[in-house]
């Protein structure tokens, strides 16, 4: 195959993608996948050393530089996200999609024993971290001439309540919601799309820590859902907006 042929069949060809929880699992893979399609890729996530590795897997297969933000989607100072937002202005000056990935499982117990530091802590970066990202990272994602994507990670418990999943279960519950909020919003009159996606059981640390008695070799790798992730990041998904998706078959 010539260069000019592949470089054509590129589904994210020069595109400018954010995606948070860029450090390991499936925002790395993510990151991956989207600078294979050729995008380049902006690691966001709070340990700088990891995002830097992702950076290095970027660099070794020689894809588009990517770019590494370190940055806490729990820090609770508005400022510090729009200062986010005017820095990616400055060095890219627009987004083509975002994938709203980075959160904790906080603990998995009874509400009525649930610790408050920890349910504060996750609604903090699985709730209000996306809002402030998502408000702040708007205007770059009008800028888009292609029609800019806006996807948040989701789960299953997000979409049933389940015994024992406290605060992660409430704030996936809570994105869905602020997904179909932003879809109406946004689709018509600024030409971004807002979709949800539920990866499903992946073989991730986190389902580890959710699962510790689970085999994870009997598990979907993260690798094997990227196709979703590129899917909706490229113009082939152009018509979806307002969609609950799942990676895997239910």
Known sequence: MSQAVAEKSLKLKDRVILVTGASYGIGAHAALAYAREGATVILLGRTQDMLEAVYDRIEEEG???????????????????????????????????????????????????????????????????????????????????????????SSSVGREGRAFWGAYSVSKFAIEGMMQILAEELYDSRNIRVNSLNPGGTRTSMRAEAYPAENPAQLTTPDQIMDIHVYLMSDESKHINGQALNAQPK
Not at 71 to 89: H, M, P, Q, S, V
């Open 63 to 153: 894809l588009p530089q990517a770019a590494v933000l370190p940055f806490d989607l729990g820090c609770n100072d508005e400022e510090k996200f729009i200062e986010l937002a005017d820095l990616i202005a400055r060095e890219f000056g627009r987004l083509d999609g975002a994938l709203l990935n980075a959160g904790v499982l906080g603990q998995k117990a009874p509400l009525d024993s649930y610790k408050w530091a920890a349910w504060k802590q996750v609604m903090d970066i699985n709730v209000n971290g996306q809002f402030l990202l998502a408000k702040s990272i708007t205007p770059l994602l009008e800028l888009s001439e292609h029609g800019a994507s806006l996807v948040l990670t």
